[in-house]
Each structure stands twice: as structure tokens, then as C-alpha cells.
């Protein structure tokens, strides 16, 4: 049974591990459906406060007795079977969710969910889309992974049936999903500590999209091959777009750029055009504004509203975020943490103007560095200095094998670049001491490595 058929208004749910970026708006979104709302959380954050602030319970650290008068408790993927909360909520009969179960039954109760997938650039067409749609007077529910300004936040509370969510590939929580439209940026291998190769991956995104109704459409990169072998047989409304595929339904011609680093181009279908003069860096992001653009107009929004929306669109956080400056040079923060998404934010700062680049990287779990390795250690070629860190292991546990000193080694047989710093510390000392005006320091990875940015700029 669904819980919102199951629970009376006013039942209390509580989330644990409710400060992580997408269970918070997903408290939100059930405070707005008149349940009573917890959660726990180990540490304290800006998001917590803001729960808080609108009336939710919020505990820290994880606790038998957190879970006492819920009827139903809502879980991340990244907590423990022997978690506290959980055990107890087990041996009391409440009934457990993992998360993206219950931001499944949501998207049930929209007509109109739009869910946008692929290895790479999620955050960003999510962000997009939604300014379009917001614009258009569509009033959506949202959820993104990071902070976009227009909504404050990386949810928003609206009115349904529209319901743009961002979704992941990985353990396929995306299946979880029920989307009348599916947007499909690309698929590269990624998360290989839980798909076996790229085969498992491209089977897992054509599950996603024949999930699409006949009625819904699946819009999709006729640039990427691997998009375009997945999307082969669906019975719904297929539109493409792309740059190098000219016979694609949405092209972008005449393509330039700005002394500034920004993209314009005019995109159209052979019967409509617009041009638009984009305000985020990068070649990749006239892709994803495609996708926007394909996707608004599939719903009905004028390309005028759509045009208005992508140029006053200036990226949501850590995208190539700008964070100030040390010694003169410019900083920028970036979650890039596949070898795709990293080159794409070194051809980003190569096209501004600029002495040297230099690029400080945290790798992002040793399965995925270890996957990856020979990708990674070509992905630094175009940079000037390379400052490498200690890999984050978010979810795992080090296997011995994989290290920074060992992956540094190796970018040096290719491009002799890179230096290995053993802590956050001596990276920034580093800094402060070569790096110098005109410079461009990109801070890179998606674990802590913000951090940085955040020091070296006071900002």
C-alpha cells in the first residue's frame, strides 16, 4: 500500500539522516502533505537550522528513542542495517522506506513527473528545466541535487501534477521512479562498485525509460551512442537533441563564444528557432540547455519564456561555481568527479583568459578510482599544476591498493603535472605560496575538497 494512502494526515513521519541534500526537501515536501515531521542527522548544518525553522523536529545523532511515536521512517541508501534507528523501528513494527522508494510513491502522485538521468550533467539540466518551468507558470515540485537560487534551496514545495526531479543511476534507484518524461543526457561507466560494466548500466537506463507511458516522451542526447542504443523501440514520444547529429529534432547552429568564456548559438527544429546567449561556461552546457529547451517545449512553454529562462539561469552550486580569489587568481568550485565531467570543467576555465591553471582534486571513492584509473590519469593534460588529495571514500572502506600517491605517479608518466599533498593543509599553504594573479585554481571532486575553495578565498 502506498504510505499516503496508509497514513491518516497528521501521522508523523521521521526521516534519518534528514540533512543529506535529498532527504531534507523530501521532509519538506511531506510537511506540505500535513504529516507531523522528525529527523535525525549526525552533525549539524545550515540545513538543519532551516528544517527547523519551518517547524520540523530535529535530532542530533542516532538514537533508539528517535523513532518513538512514528508511523513511518524514511531512510538514506548510505545507512547501516545495525543503525540504531532503524533496528528499532524494525522491532516495533513501524514501517521502513529506503528513500528512494518514498520519492517513488511520490512521483505517483504526478501526472506530469519529469525525471532527468545520465552519468553527467543532472544538476544542471534539473536546475535549468525547472527555471523554465517556474517561469512558464508551471508551478513544479522540484528536487535537485544542489542549491539553485531561483528556489532557495534544492527543493521546492509547488502544486502538482508537474514534479521535476533529478535522478541517479546508482544501486538503480531510479527505477524506483514513474516518470512521464524521461530526459537522458548520456551514459558512460560510473558506479562500477555496484553495476559490472557498461553493459549492466546501459540495461539499467532502459529499464528507466521504458518506464515512460505511451502518452510521455523521452528526450534524449542523439550525440551520446550509448543514449541513442538505449532509447531503440520505445512506444512513446522520442525526441532528440544534439550539436553533431544534425538530423537531430533540436540542433544548435551557429554556435560562438564570448571573451568571457559564455556560449550562444540559435536552437532549432526546422520550424522554430531562438537564440540564446548562455551564462554559464562551458561547450557541454549548450547540450543540457537542448534538453531544456526540447523538454519545456514538449510542455507547452513559449521559447520566448524559455530563452528569458536559460539566460538568467548562472548555474546552481558547485558547477563551476565561483568562489573569489587568492593572490589575484580566480576560484572556482566544481562537483566534477568522473573523468568526463573533470575534462569538461578544464576545457570550461581553458577558454577564459588566464596565465595558468592550476586544478586541486579529491578522488571519489577507491572503486570508481580504480575503475577509472587510466581515464584519470590522462583527464589533467590541459592544466598547468595538478594538487592531488587523499581519496574520499565515502561509502567504502580503503582496499589497500588504491592511494593519491600511486594515482599522482601515474598522471606524472603522462603529463609530469601533478604533486600529492597528504592533507588539506598543506595544499592550501601550497597554494597561497605559487599560485599567483591571473591564475585560475579550480577546487575539484565531490567529497570535501569545497572546502578549500572556501579557505583560500575566506568566502
Request: proline share 2%; aromatic share 10%.
Amino acid at each position: 500500500m502506498l504510505f499516503y494512502d496508509e497514513l491518516e494526515k497528521g501521522s508523523k513521519i521521521h526521516f534519518i539522516g534528514i540533512g543529506g541534500v535529498s532527504m531534507s526537501g523530501l521532509a519538506e515536501i511531506a510537511l506540505s502533505m500535513d504529516y507531523k515531521i522528525s529527523g535525525s542527522d549526525m552533525n549539524e548544518s545550515d540545513v538543519l537550522n532551516k528544517l527547523r525553522k519551518n517547524g520540523i523536529e530535529i535530532m542530533i545523532g542516532h538514537s533508539e528513542e528517535n523513532v518513538h511515536g512514528a508511523d513511518l521512517v524514511v531512510y538514506t541508501a548510505a545507512v547501516k542495517k545495525d543503525n540504531p534507528e532503524l533496528v528499532e523501528a524494525q522491532k516495533l513494527n513501524i514501517r521502513t522506506m529506503e528513500r528512494s522508494e518514498f520519492l517513488g510513491e511520490l512521483t505517483l502522485l504526478s501526472q506530469e513527473t519529469i525525471s532527468i538521468c545520465g552519468t553527467h550533467g543532472k544538476t544542471t539540466t534539473t536546475s535549468m528545466i525547472s527555471v523554465a518551468f517556474i517561469n512558464g507558470g508551471k508551478d513544479p515540485y522540484v528536487q535537485v541535487g544542489a542549491d539553485l537560487k531561483q528556489i532557495d534551496g534544492n527543493y521546492r514545495i509547488g502544486k502538482y501534477p508537474y514534479f521535476i526531479i533529478e535522478s541517479c543511476e546508482y544501486v538503480d534507484s531510479f527505477l524506483q521512479f514513474h516518470p512521464e518524461t524521461a530526459v537522458l543526457l548520456n551514459i558512460e561507466e560510473d558506479h562500477l562498485d555496484y553495476f559490472k560494466d557498461i553493459d549492466a548500466i546501459k540495461a539499467s537506463f532502459k529499464k528507466f525509460v521504458e518506464k515512460v507511458p505511451e502518452r510521455g516522451y523521452v528526450i534524449y542526447n542523439a550525440d551520446d551512442p550509448n543514449s541513442c542504443e538505449v532509447i531503440k523501440d520505445l512506444k512513446c514520444n522520442v525526441i532528440s537533441f544534439g550539436i553533431k547529429n544534425t538530423n537531430s529534432d533540436w540542433i544548435a547552429t551557429d554556435i560562438t563564444l564570448n571573451p568571457t568564456g559564455f556560449y550562444s548559438f540559435t536552437a532549432t527544429n526546422g520550424y522554430e528557432e531562438v537564440r540564446i546567449d548562455l551564462n554559464v561556461v562551458g561547450h557541454h552546457n549548450i547540450l543540457n540547455a537542448l534538453a531544456t529547451i526540447a523538454t519545456s517545449r514538449a510542455h507547452g512553454i513559449d521559447l520566448e519564456t524559455i530563452k528569458k529562462s536559460l539566460e538568467e539561469f548562472t548555474g546552481a552550486s558547485r558547477r563551476f561555481e565561483y568562489r573569489g580569489t587568492l593572490n589575484g587568481a580566480r576560484v572556482f568550485d566544481d562537483y566534477a568527479h568522473h573523468p568526463t565531467e573533470i575534462k569538461a570543467t578544464i576545457d570550461s576555465a581553458k577558454v577564459l583568459p588566464h596565465e595558468k591553471i592550476w586544478v586541486v582534486f579529491q578522488p571519489h571513492t577507491y572503486s570508481r578510482t580504480k575503475a577509472l584509473w587510466d581515464e584519470f590519469k590522462n583527464t589533467f593534460m590541459d592544466c598547468d599544476n595538478v594538487l592531488l588529495l587523499d581519496i574520499y571514500a565515502a561509502r567504502e572502506k580503503d582496499d589497500g591498493e588504491t592511494s593519491s600517491m600511486n594515482l599522482a605517479d601515474a598522471i606524472n608518466e603522462v603529463s609530469s603535472n601533478c604533486l600529492y599533498v597528504s592533507s588539506f593543509e598543506e595544499c592550501i599553504d601550497y597554494l597561497k605560496e605559487h599560485v599567483k594573479e591571473n591564475d585560475i585554481v579550480l577546487t575539484i571532486g565531490a567529497g570535501t575538497v569545497t572546502k578549500i575553495s572556501h579557505e583560500i578565498t575566506n568566502n
